[in-house]
């Protein structure tokens, strides 16, 4: 049982210092621009970006409305 032990606590030692040094919470995007397309839109793109933007924007709203 014991043996059991600690072969399992040494097996959990030994993956978790093969881990990433930090771990990541960023996302892909660390500057504004590197995210931004700056090409043409496709045919009703440009609306549909519109109307979502507004959708969560007033959806955002309401959230912050309701809090205390």
């Known amino acids: ?14 993956l978790s210092a093969c881990g990433p040094a930090a771990p990541k919470r960023a996302s892909s995007c660390h500057w504004w621009n590197s995210c931004s397309y700056e090409g043409p839109y496709e045919a009703g793109e ?18 912050l409305k309701r809090q205390p």
């Open 46 to 63: 440009a609306d549909y970006a519109r109307d979502e933007a507004a959708r969560l924007n007033q959806e955002q709203a309401a959230k």
């Open 1 to 14: 049982m014991l043996t059991r032990f600690v072969l399992a606590s040494s097996l959990l030692i030994l």
